[in-house]
């Protein structure tokens, strides 16, 4: 059973890690001369795919444990990069470019939660096994998500992610080009 608390402080972790990648970015980031938005490759079916199966491949990753909770966190802070460089490459507020993304990241972020979760869980299990000699619990927990529940995660993901796509091609592509078109 997954405490309260525990969710909370897993949560501002990940917060945390996003704000990290934005002021990481705020000093690392030099934006181009010239920028103009593209909208080829941004169709909705493109970005499901791409977002689908590298949440997938994360979620294999997460029978190696501590690889896959590097992987989404490396995810996060890329979130938080990508606020950053909206902000400045359509010269808007942070308000603006955290409603931009936070309409279709939502979910992204849910994904990325879960499959952090499940990698926190093995890694975890792991280190009972390695270091209190508790036979089974790696067996058991890996039994617990790629056994059972492997179908509902996938479902999970699949339908979060496919309504975060609608939601970035239909909101999020045309909320960004009316701030590019406001400059």
């Not at 309260?4 to 897993?10: A, E, L, Q, V």
């Not at 689908?52 to 690889?67: D, K």
């Not at 509902?152 to 009316?178: C, D, G, H, K």
Request: aromatic share 16%.
């Amino acid at each position: 059973m997954i405490k309260h608390k525990n969710k909370i402080i897993f949560f501002l972790i990940a917060v945390g890690i996003i704000i990290l990648g934005y002021f990481i970015s705020a000093n690392s980031f030099k934006p181009p001369k010239n920028f103009i938005p593209e909208r080829e490759g941004f169709g909705f079916l493109n970005i499901f795919i791409r977002n689908f199966f590298s949440n997938i491949l994360l979620l294999g990753l997460a029978l190696l444990g501590p690889i896959s909770l590097l992987a989404c966190g490396y995810q996060l802070f890329s979130i938080g990069m990508g606020i950053y460089r909206i902000q400045i490459l359509y010269s808007t507020t942070v308000s603006k470019a955290l409603l931009g993304i936070s309409v279709h990241g939502i979910g992204e972020i849910f994904v990325i939660l879960l499959i952090m979760w499940i990698s926190t869980k093995i890694t975890f299990a792991w280190i009972r096994y390695l270091f209190k000699n508790e036979d089974g619990i790696v067996r058991k927990v890996y039994a617990h998500y790629y056994s059972y529940k492997i179908i509902r995660i996938v479902s999970l993901i699949a339908i979060v992610l496919m309504l975060s796509s609608f939601l970035e091609v239909y909101w999020s592509l045309p909320f960004f080009e009316t701030l590019f078109n406001k400059k």
